[in-house]
T-cell receptor, first 119, second 112 residues
Framework: GAGVSQSPSNKVTEKGKDVELRCDPI?????LYWYRQSLGQGLEFLIY????????KSGLPSDRFSAERTGGSVSTLTIQRTQQEDSAVYLC?????????????????FGPGTRLTVL | KQEVTQIPAALSVPEGENLVLNCSFT??????LQWFRQDPGKGLTSLLL???SQREQTSGRLNASLDKSSGRSTLYIAASQPGDSATYLC???????????WGAGTKLIIKP
């Protein structure tokens, strides 16, 4: 079956512009995660969705970052007024949920990422 | 605050050798630990997931162990091949949240 897909694969934008990054999870996966991988900083968690709600937004670095998920499927990560420090690879992952409200016992499957470059 | 450390940062060995990658974490209250590989320019591929109640998991030539009380996990790769060359990352999931906390990775090069 299809894996996690992300678009665009690469995005170059000018400082101050808004960008939208899209993630299509594996069909049937109720949990969706966004991570960011920056040079020299490794991977960091951004936000977690269970269905359309986001119980954990603690990793979003500033109020310029927001994310939504509709229909329990596609998610969009929006960065407003981009800054050069936002340049990174943004990774999306999905997994099955093992219970109604917390935790997954299952593996997180990752998409190929979107490489964002802010000039 | 959970911190994950991977040693060594880089490793280069001849093909055919058995090798061990190390991962340590500071907070033993984990739900699970995952090992991933990342190939250049590509996403992450999950290799093994160990639940906190488990001691080890095996998949083919890979074996991952977990000692939660000491905050350590090892990834053992048997009979290494050039195709094993990649960056290997470990990540732990806390007992009370959904986040994966990541190590910085070990860059592995297997020389033919």
């Amino acid at each position: 079956g299809a894996g996690v897909s992300q678009s665009p694969s690469n995005k170059v934008t000018e400082k101050g512009k808004d960008v939208e990054l899209r993630c299509d999870p594996i069909s049937g996966h109720t949990a969706l995660y966004w991570y960011r991988q920056s040079l020299g900083q490794g991977l960091e968690f951004l936000i977690y969705f269970q269905g359309n709600s986001a119980p954990d937004k603690s990793g979003l670095p500033s109020d310029r970052f927001s994310a939504e998920r509709t229909g329990g499927s596609v998610s969009t990560l929006t960065i407003q007024r981009t800054q050069q420090e936002d340049s990174a690879v943004y990774l999306c992952a999905s997994s099955l949920e093992g219970s109604a409200w917390r935790r997954t016992t299952d593996t997180q499957y990752f998409g190929p990422g979107t490489r964002l470059t802010v000039l | 605050k959970q911190e994950v450390t991977q040693i060594p940062a880089a490793l280069s060995v001849p093909e055919g050798e058995n090798l061990v990658l190390n991962c340590s974490f500071t907070d033993s209250a984990i739900y699970n630990l995952q090992w991933f590989r990342q190939d250049p320019g590509k996403g992450l591929t999950s290799l093994l997931l160990i639940q906190s109640s488990q001691r080890e998991q095996t998949s083919g030539r890979l074996n991952a162990s977990l000692d939660k009380s000491s905050g350590r996990s090892t990834l053992y790769i048997a009979a290494s091949q050039p195709g094993d060359s990649a960056t290997y990352l470990c990540a732990v999931r806390g007992d009370s949240n959904y986040q994966l906390i990541w190590g910085a990775g070990t860059k592995l090069i297997i020389k033919p």
